[in-house]
C-alpha cells in the first residue's frame, strides 16, 4: 500500500525533530529552557543531554516503523502523541506559553490523522486487505 501523504510529513517532521535533539544534546546549555526534556517526561534524575539522545533514538525509532507503516509504529505513534499531548497540556496549565499550547495542538492533530488513515497500518501485506 502507498503511504499517505500526510504520513510522510508527519515522519519528516519528526526525524528532523530527532536531528534537532542530536544537535542540541551536543551543545546544550543547562540554562537553555525553563523546563527541561527530562523534566517535562518526568525523569529529571536523568542527565539532560543522555536524556535528548534518548528521546531522539526513540523518536528515529518511531518514526521508521511509522513511515514503513507497521503496526508497532502506529502504536506508538498514537501512544507517544497521546503521552506527550498529555504532559504539555499539564505544563500549558502552569506555564501559559506558546511552545507548550503548540505542543498539544500539533499532539491532538497528529493523533486525529494518524487514526484516521490507521488502515494503512492494519493491512495484509501487499493485498491491501484489512485485518
Given amino acids: 500500500m ?3 501523504i500526510g504520513v510522510s510529513l508527519i515522519g519528516y517532521f519528526y ?17 537553555a529552557d525553563a523546563i527541561s526534556i527530562s523534566e517535562r517526561f518526568g525523569v529529571s534524575i536523568l542527565p539532560e543531554r543522555m536524556m535528548r539522545v534518548v528521546l531522539a533514538l526513540f523518536s528515529l525509532l518511531m518514526v521508521y516503523g511509522y513511515m514503513k507503516l ?3 509504529g502506529f502504536w506508538l505513534f498514537v501512544s507517544y502523541s497521546v503521552l506527550f499531548g498529555v504532559i504539555s497540556s ?3 496549565t502552569n506555564h501559559p506559553q506558546q511552545p507548550f499550547i503548540g505542543n498539544v495542538v500539533f499532539s491532538v492533530i497528529v493523533l486525529i490523522y494518524t487514526v ?3 488502515g ?6 501487499g493485498r ?3 485485518i
Fill in 2 to 4: 502507498k503511504r499517505p
Fill in 90 to 92: 499539564v505544563i500549558a
Fill in 15 to 31: 526525524l528532523f525533530g530527532a536531528v534537532v535533539l542530536v544537535f542540541t544534546a551536543i551543545f546544550y546549555q543547562a540554562d
Fill in 120 to 125: 494503512a497500518f492494519f493491512t495484509t501485506a
Fill in 116 to 118: 484516521y488513515v490507521r
Fill in 70 to 72: 507497521k503496526r508497532w
Fill in 128 to 130: 491491501g486487505q484489512p
